[in-house]
């Protein structure tokens, strides 16, 4: 039986270009690519082995509502991945991160539920989870926790603050127009998503790879919970889309744990390299768990070894030129 036409925006970026991937390997034949006005699709159409015109692209900027609805019509399902994901300090907050993180996500619920999409999968992150001062010390993180806005705008963590809007805005929404009115949301929290780079640009979670191998002495204090192999990222998505009783928040990381120990896993894996030896916690308090992402664990999901996840970043890093 033929697969659903499904929409994936921010087609092009890191995590968007691996589910296009697992999306053509697990024959889906119609999907819409959505894509940032005047990015470039080569890396995603070189991806149609089959070169069968599987893949649609859509140039749509997340708060074009016009442009969204031309690459939203026709879908059964959409997978909402755009949103501008970065750690630096953006010079202007409200507009380089937190409105088209939340009225992309808007935009994006609207269009779906003005063609009767079935499903909408939403890529939030660990960044809506965490930081979070409130949740009790030696509890282990789990998709209950929501991170503290007025913890990180004292701080001017806009990433988190970002990802959080935005899954509430999505949550209200669904409420809204829940219940038979044929919006249905899932969302997904990946940890830091490492792996083979498919597009050319560097990518925010593969530089914090790279920068510690180059002697960053950023512990990533509030940007982290764990790490996860892009693949399994996409797998999940997928995954949450095609399983009806899905609902609800799902934590993807391979693992909870300290980024000093993920440091100290890299410098044994690549000691050539001059990565910083954290002492003590990198993130205070945070109890380690091996199978936090019970959720999806539970789904069927099998995670990479967080070893295969660093080795296949480093040598996609050093095959674009990025490490040498
Ligand atoms: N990587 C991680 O560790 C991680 C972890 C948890 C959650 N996430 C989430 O996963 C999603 C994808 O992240 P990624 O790692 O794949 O980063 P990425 O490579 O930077 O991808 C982000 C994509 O969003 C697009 N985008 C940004 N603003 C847009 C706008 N206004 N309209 C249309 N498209 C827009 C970007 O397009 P251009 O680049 O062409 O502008 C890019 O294709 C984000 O929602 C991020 O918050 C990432």
């Known amino acids: 039986m033929a697969k659903e036409a499904v929409c994936v925006t921010g087609a092009n970026g890191f995590i968007g270009s691996w589910l296009v991937r697992t999306l053509l390997e697990s024959g889906y034949t119609s999907i819409h690519a959505s894509i940032f006005p005047g990015s470039d699709p ?51 907050p409200e507009n380089d991160l ?13 269009a779906a539920k003005r063609f009767n999409v079935r499903r909408v ?17 030696n509890k282990v993180f789990d998709e209950s926790s929501w991170t503290h806005l007025d ?33 249905d949301v899932v969302a997904i929290h990946p940890a830091t998503c490492l792996g083979p780079l498919l597009q050319p640009a560097l ?39 095609e399983t009806p009783s899905a609902s609800g928040r799902y934590l993807c990381t391979n693992g909870i744990y300290q980024f000093s120990d993920f440091a100290h896993k890299v410098s044994t894996l690549f000691p050539h390299y001059p990565v910083h030896r954290f002492n003590g916690e990198t993130q205070p308090g945070l109890k380690a768990c091996q199978d936090a992402a019970k959720r999806l664990i539970d789904l069927g999901l099998v995670f990479t070894p967080v070893e295969d ?12 030129g990025f490490l040498s």
């Open 203 to 241: 990518n925010a979670s593969c530089a914090v790879l790279l920068n510690l191998l180059q002697g960053s002495k950023d512990s990533q204090e509030y940007h982290w919970l764990g790490a996860v192999h892009v693949k399994d990222v996409a797998k999940a998505q997928l995954l949450l889309f």
């Open 151 to 183: 913890y990180c705008k004292a701080r001017h963590k806009w990433y988190p603050v970002s990802k959080t809007l935005a899954e509430k805005a999505a949550w209200e929404f669904a409420q809204k127009h829940g219940n038979g009115n044929g919006i």
């Open 121 to 137: 999968v939403l890529t939030s992150s660990i960044s809506a989870l965490v930081p979070n001062p409130t949740w009790p010390p």
């Open 42 to 92: 080569t890396h995603l159409l070189q991806l149609d082995n089959s070169n069968s015109n599987h893949i649609h692209v859509f140039e749509a900027d997340v708060l074009d509502f016009d442009a969204v609805c031309k690459a939203v019509e026709g879908c059964s399902g959409v997978f909402h991945v755009a949103s501008p994901c970065s750690l630096e300090d953006p010079k202007d």
């Open 309 to 320: 996840a660093i080795r296949d970043t480093v040598e996609s890093l050093k095959a674009k």
């Open 98 to 110: 937190l409105r088209p993180a939340v009225q992309g996500t808007l935009n994006v619920l609207q």
